[in-house]
């Protein structure tokens, strides 16, 4: 049985609280570790560290950082099949999407090792006589990072690199679902160089979490998860003058115009909507059929979706799809099936009830497919978070346009078709975060930054890339003067440039 603690201070701790809640391997449906859940001393005890990393960390040159990032980089590298294992066995997602998600997450690490091109400030000599001016960014402070289960290594990587190398200290508050990848990032980045207590890691559930948030020397707070979460915790942390983004759930919607190709769109809508168990952000949950291409579509993903290996996400045969992550969610997810037909549905696939050999207990749920969805229904209203596709069929590109619109989520999206006038239009007109035009899951480059419209964040800035850095760092303006010995005398006036 895995024994998951904190991480402080350069190393392991169980701290005070005995509270613990199980880890399982969905593949299996066993419990195989338990982790520990913090309380309010727990809280403090790790605040502390992080305050007084700070006092030294964000005195670090910019070579002494980006030294030890250039060798955390070569550890993620070298460790990247055991981080994707860990990941697998807790998540339960296939072995090559872990291997994925580490490789996205090292992305934002290299973005990282950039910090001194990145940190830059402008400089304008002569605004006035003898005054030069200038700007700077300064780190924020402590910084709390609480992430979900769906990428339990990639979305911490959005966060403490970059905000590490701007000179803050971090706090991982990672899922409690799946805690292992935390540790192991954490040991590693000690192993590169990192000063203890530069990167904490608290594990817990709510209660932990409050007592970030409520913490006076807990300077902002980075959030990924659900929508009424991720509400929450903005309110909180913003009613105690922290800096906030806060990323929530979503509702992807992907529109393929009757001129698309049908089967590369049927290829996209089955990957999004079904890799990892459809348990990501960023999965297609809806497919618009525009005009009459409904009619082939479905077919065309019918057949990929009976094509698909489910199974253990690390048997050595390569598989496409693994286990739910527990069995709660499965059972949860199963529900819509017969809420959807209750509503009037018609359920093209039903994956309940999919038997794996050699995992009985597994918490398998196959692909399900609905067609003739409206947007009244339920099962196009909650975002369900598994592999549940839903087709809805519309006359015009200007009634798909409007349902992804009128949707509170605005996290990904995407269009499908050979009309660039269309897809231009799209791309402009659409009130997402993050647009696809036949890329089905749009997730940005670590030099760009990620993050969606509406209920899906709230805060101002998106995670990594350029604006990771801006929610990093203070901004600093900078006025100077040295003054010419001739130039003398008080002046009451507003200072204006002379
Ligand atoms: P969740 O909201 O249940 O949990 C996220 C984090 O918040 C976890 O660390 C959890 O311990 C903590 N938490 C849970 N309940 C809390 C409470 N009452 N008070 C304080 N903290 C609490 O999300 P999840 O189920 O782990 O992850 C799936 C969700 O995350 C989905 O909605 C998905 O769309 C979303 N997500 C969004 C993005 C994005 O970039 N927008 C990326 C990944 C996942």
């Given at each position: 049985?895995?024994?998951?603690?904190?991480?402080?201070?350069?190393?392991?701790?169980?701290?005070?609280?005995?509270?613990?809640?199980?880890?399982?391997?969905?593949?299996?449906?066993?419990?195989?570790?338990?982790?520990?859940?913090?309380?309010?001393?727990?809280?403090?005890?790790?605040?502390?560290?992080?305050?007084?990393?700070?006092?030294?960390?964000?005195?670090?040159?910019?070579?002494?950082?980006?030294?030890?990032?250039?060798?955390?980089?070569?550890?993620?590298?070298?460790?990247?099949?055991?981080?994707?294992?860990?990941?697998?066995?807790?998540?339960g997602?296939?072995?090559?999407?872990?291997?994925?998600?580490?490789?996205?997450?090292?992305?934002?690490?290299?973005?990282?090792?950039?910090?001194?091109?990145?940190?830059?400030?402008?400089?304008?000599?002569?605004?006035?006589?003898?005054?030069?001016?200038?700007?700077?960014?300064?780190?924020?402070?402590?910084?709390?990072?609480?992430?979900?289960?769906?990428?339990?290594?990639?979305?911490?990587?959005?966060?403490?690199?970059?905000?590490?190398?701007?000179?803050?200290?971090?706090?991982?508050?990672?899922?409690?679902?799946?805690?292992?990848?935390?540790?192991?990032?954490?040991?590693?980045?000690?192993?590169?160089?990192?000063?203890?207590?530069?990167?904490?890691?608290?594990?817990?559930?709510?209660?932990?979490?409050?007592?970030?948030?409520?913490?006076?020397?807990?300077?902002?707070?980075?959030?990924?998860?659900?929508?009424?979460?991720?509400?929450?915790?903005?309110?909180?942390?913003?009613?105690?003058?922290?800096?906030?983004?806060?990323?929530?759930?979503?509702?992807?919607?992907?529109?393929?115009?009757?001129?698309?190709?049908?089967?590369?769109?049927?290829?996209?809508?089955?990957?999004?909507?079904y890799?990892s168990a459809g348990e990501?952000?960023?999965?297609?949950?809806?497919?618009?059929?525009?005009?009459?291409?409904?009619?082939?579509?479905?077919?065309?993903?019918?057949?990929?979706?009976?094509?698909?290996?489910?199974?253990?996400?690390?048997?050595?045969?390569?598989?496409?799809m693994g286990?739910l992550?527990?069995?709660?969610?499965?059972?949860?997810?199963?529900?819509?099936?017969?809420?959807?037909?209750?509503?009037?549905?018609?359920?093209?696939?039903?994956?309940?009830?999919?038997?794996?050999?050699?995992?009985?207990?597994?918490?398998?749920?196959?692909?399900?497919?609905?067609?003739?969805?409206?947007?009244?229904?339920?099962?196009?209203?909650?975002?369900?978070?598994g592999p549940?596709?839903?087709?809805?069929?519309?006359?015009?590109?200007?009634?798909?346009?409007?349902?992804?619109?009128?949707?509170?989520?605005?996290?990904?999206?995407?269009?499908?078709?050979?009309?660039?006038?269309?897809?231009?239009?799209?791309?402009?007109?659409?009130?997402?975060?993050?647009?696809?035009?036949?890329?089905?899951?749009?997730?940005?480059?670590?030099?760009?930054?990620?993050?969606?419209?509406?209920?899906?964040?709230?805060?101002?800035?998106?995670?990594?890339?350029?604006?990771?850095?801006?929610?990093?760092?203070?901004?600093?303006?900078?006025?100077?003067?040295?003054?010419?010995?001739?130039?003398?005398?008080?002046?009451?006036?507003?200072?204006?440039?002379?």
């Open positions: 049985m895995n024994h998951l603690n904190h991480w402080i201070d350069g190393q392991r701790s169980d701290l005070t609280s005995t509270r613990t809640a199980p880890v399982t391997d969905p593949a299996l449906g066993q419990q195989t570790g338990s982790v520990l859940l913090a309380d309010g001393s727990d809280v403090d005890a790790i605040v502390a560290s992080s305050r007084a990393a700070f006092e030294t960390w964000s005195d670090a040159s910019l070579s002494q950082r980006t030294n030890v990032l250039f060798e955390y980089r070569r550890l993620l590298v070298e460790h990247k099949d055991e981080l994707a294992r860990a990941i697998s066995s807790e998540h997602k296939v072995f090559a999407d872990a291997q994925g998600e580490v490789q996205r997450g090292l992305e934002v690490v290299e973005f990282a090792c950039g910090a001194p091109n990145l940190l830059k400030g402008e400089m304008t000599p002569d605004v006035s006589n003898s005054v030069d001016a200038y700007s700077m960014r300064q780190p924020v402070g402590v910084v709390a990072g609480i992430t979900p289960f769906n990428f339990p290594v990639m979305v911490p990587m959005w966060m403490f690199p970059m905000a590490i190398a701007c000179g803050n200290t971090f706090i991982l508050k990672p899922s409690e679902k799946d805690p292992s990848g935390s540790l192991l990032m954490a040991e590693l980045f000690s192993e590169a160089g990192l000063p203890p207590g530069v990167l904490n890691v608290l594990q817990g559930d709510a209660e932990a979490v409050n007592g970030l948030l409520d913490h006076p020397d807990v300077d902002a707070v980075s959030f990924v998860g659900s929508t009424p979460i991720a509400k929450q915790i903005y309110q909180r942390a913003t009613a105690n003058g922290k800096r906030v983004q806060a990323l929530g759930g979503a509702k992807n919607h992907m529109i393929v115009l009757p001129d698309a190709d049908v089967g590369q769109a049927a290829d996209a809508a089955v990957s999004a909507g890799g990501r952000c960023m999965a297609i949950s809806v497919v618009v059929a525009v005009g009459d291409v409904g009619d082939a579509l479905i077919p065309e993903i019918v057949s990929r979706t009976a094509a698909l290996k489910i199974g253990p996400g690390l048997s050595d045969e390569p598989m496409d286990a992550v527990t069995e709660a969610h499965r059972e949860r997810v199963s529900s819509y099936m017969d809420l959807g037909l209750g509503e009037g549905a018609e359920l093209v696939i039903d994956g309940r009830g999919l038997a794996i050999d050699g995992h009985p207990d597994g918490f398998w749920l196959g692909p399900c497919l609905f067609d003739r969805v409206t947007a009244d229904m339920k099962i196009y209203v909650d975002e369900i978070f549940v596709l839903c087709v809805m069929r519309v006359d015009t590109y200007e009634e798909a346009l409007a349902l992804v619109n009128d949707n509170p989520y605005g996290n990904g999206t995407a269009i499908f078709t050979n009309d660039g006038g269309a897809a231009r239009a799209f791309q402009r007109d659409v009130k997402a975060g993050m647009v696809g035009v036949n890329v089905p899951i749009p997730v940005p480059m670590a030099y760009h930054s990620f993050g969606g419209w509406k209920d899906s964040l709230f805060g101002d800035t998106h995670v990594y890339g350029p604006e990771g850095v801006k929610f990093y760092t203070r901004y600093k303006a900078v006025t100077v003067r040295w003054p010419d010995p001739a130039e003398r005398g008080v002046d009451l006036g507003f200072p204006q440039a002379r």
